[in-house]
């Protein structure tokens, strides 16, 4: 048989493994997890793509960059029928299981490493994503299809020129998608990029395929951020960005200054105590705040708590640590299965360390050094007073691969094989794959039953969106404004067909959207300028909300916009999570 027979039989090998891997994952999604939902901002990225938020499709999506949204909408224009979104997220975990056993299985030469290879990468990967492939969130998606690239472009090195350049320029893809999907976790991968540049050149690869794959990649990148820029240029789009990130300090991480200290800074910015109570419960309602005002309150929030962040640094250090321990530990089999390989990627060095091949001690230090970078952007992000939960597990994923991606290449072969040479890191991965399957058999059946015990959550928040909708299609003339507890949860089982239908008249107010113009083109559709002007000038005007939150501030702000207005409950909805009521503004 010619070399050229031998290395496509081998393909095909790669890709009916790789298939094979994928029809699994997806019955294993299928029969044994709960339905996959979507949650909190992208439901709003779904129907403004789709064009039920607007009336027409829009890629306006501001959180995801503007050349995939504009994609989006243009998929949406062309087959409407689809829900293009829902494929898009839930594309990810498939696209990147696929990638995993394919890229894996063609650094084995022997069939049956091959096999083995892929049952152990499936194993693993099943490990790693059972609540996220529940729970799609774009900002987990994006890291993993950054984690997918990432070992794309790592392994396009050591296989032959043809698969090398199509792993590369597949690589270039996923990081872009990545990086549209969400920038910031994009940037987290950059210094592992160059870090794999550096693995190559101290392996005495030819860095010809990994330049030209990182040039390309930064073409691209920058056709995108340009594309960008030109779709947020308009007079309007530059406020609202100031806007939106003004606010995004205050509430995502600073906190609303309190008035009492900062009368006089209120008073300054003319903002009122009512308007000061609005702010902090629906600042959706509140007029007259711009993007000036808001960074104000922002930068004098900002002053106060830096002095607060820095003394309680190592507290904050403890309480992060706990989080990030029960974000992993939600899916103990992925905690255990990140832990093994970290373990076994540094017995795989150890056994390098002991070749005697001086370069490769240089290579040990890459498993302790992702890990350090990991600890230090989460202190980092600590001592900045952000959130980094809110990253690091898309990172962490993406640190993974990177580990992962040195081991396959590292390796080359099957643990099954590895054993035959009597090195330790074998033992340890044929160990792991047996480690693996019992933590599969003892804990995927408890972690069914708590996600099925989420859905019953889940599905109150379904249904309580569902009554919601139903009670503002009975009166479309109607305006209904949904407090923040019932619009940020408005998950819905993506499962179902066709778009969700929102009528028109319901209006989320205390959302990132509130002041873009695609919010205006929205309030354009019910007839109205702004929230504020339809409080006090309209007498259609329902708000919804549960019926134990105290709406006195709501009544305050009407009185002090120059408007007596009364609350009157006219109905009420019990769900799972609560009763909820319906209030007319009379």
Request: proline share 4%.
């Amino acid at each position: 048989m010619n070399p050229n027979e031998s290395r496509k039989k081998g393909l095909l090998a790669d890709f009916l493994l790789a298939a094979l891997a994928l029809i699994l994952y997806c019955v294993y999604v299928k029969i044994i997890l709960p339905e996959p939902f979507l949650l909190n901002d992208q439901l709003l990225f779904r129907e403004i793509a789709s064009g039920v938020y607007t009336g027409s499709p829009d890629g306006h999506l501001v959180y995801i960059m503007h050349p995939l949204g504009a994609a989006l909408a243009k998929l949406y224009k062309l087959i409407p029928s689809v829900e293009w979104y829902n494929v898009l997220m839930l594309s990810t975990f498939p696209i990147h299981c696929f990638v995993l056993v394919f890229a894996f299985s063609s650094v084995c030469k022997r069939t049956l490493a091959k096999f083995f290879t892929a049952v152990l990468v499936l194993l693993t990967f099943v490990g790693t994503t059972v609540y996220f492939t529940i729970q799609n969130e774009y900002t987990v998606n994006a890291g993993v299809i950054a984690a997918s690239a990432l070992i794309l472009l790592i392994i396009s090195n050591y296989v032959g020129d043809h698969l090398g350049r199509f792993y590369t320029g597949l690589s270039v893809v996923l990081f872009t998608v990545s990086c549209l999907m969400r920038k910031n976790i994009f940037y987290t991968a950059i210094p592992l990029i160059l870090f794999t540049g550096v693995f190559l050149f101290f392996s005495k690869k030819k860095l010809t395929r990994y330049i030209t794959g990182v040039c390309v990649l930064a073409g691209v990148l920058a056709l995108c951020f340009l594309a960008e820029s030109l779709a947020y240029s308009s007079p309007e789009w530059v406020e609202y960005v100031k806007y939106n990130e003004a606010r995004s300090r205050i509430f995502d991480y600073e906190g609303l200054p309190d008035y009492e200290s900062n009368k006089g800074l209120y008073d300054s910015l003319e903002i009122s105590r009512e308007e000061f109570t609005a702010l902090s419960k629906d600042f959706g309602l509140v007029k007259n705040v711009d993007s000036k005002k808001l960074e104000a309150l922002a930068d004098a929030s900002e002053r106060m708590r830096e002095g607060v962040t820095k003394a309680n640094f190592k507290e904050r250090i403890w309480y992060q640590f706990r989080d990030e321990v029960d974000l992993w530990v939600r899916q103990p089999i992925g905690f255990f299965t990140v832990i093994l390989w970290m373990i076994t990627v540094v017995l795989i060095f150890a056994d390098a360390l002991a070749s005697r091949k001086g370069a490769r001690i240089l290579l040990a230090v890459f498993p302790i050094g992702t890990a350090v970078y990991y600890v230090a952007f989460v202190l980092l992000f600590i001592y900045l007073g952000r959130y980094p939960d809110r990253v690091s597990v898309p990172f962490g994923y993406i640190i993974f691969a990177f580990s992962a991606g040195i081991l396959a290449v590292t390796l080359k072969e099957s643990p099954l094989w590895v054993l035959k040479s009597r090195k330790p890191a074998g033992f340890v991965l044929v160990l792991i794959s047996i480690l693996l399957i019992l933590l599969n058999v003892k804990f995927i059946p408890g972690k069914v039953k708590r996600g099925l015990a989420n859905r019953v959550f889940i599905d109150a928040y379904i249904e309580l969106t569902a009554k919601t909708a139903e009670i503002c299609r009975e009166d479309p003339e109607s305006i209904y404004f949904v407090n923040l507890r019932i619009a940020n949860w408005e998950t819905i089982d993506t499962a179902k067909d066709g778009f969700f239908d929102t009528p028109a008249n319901f209006v989320p107010l205390v959302y990132w959207i509130s002041g873009s113009p695609v919010h205006s083109e929205h309030l354009k559709l019910i007839g109205i300028d702004s929230p504020a002007d339809a409080l006090t000038d309209f007498d259609n005007v329902y708000y919804i909300a549960y019926e134990d939150y105290d709406l006195s501030w709501l009544t305050d702000l009407c009185r002090f916009y120059g408007k007596e207005r009364e609350l009157t409950e006219t109905e009420t909805l019990t769900v799972p999570t609560g009763t909820i009521a319906v209030y007319k503004i009379q």
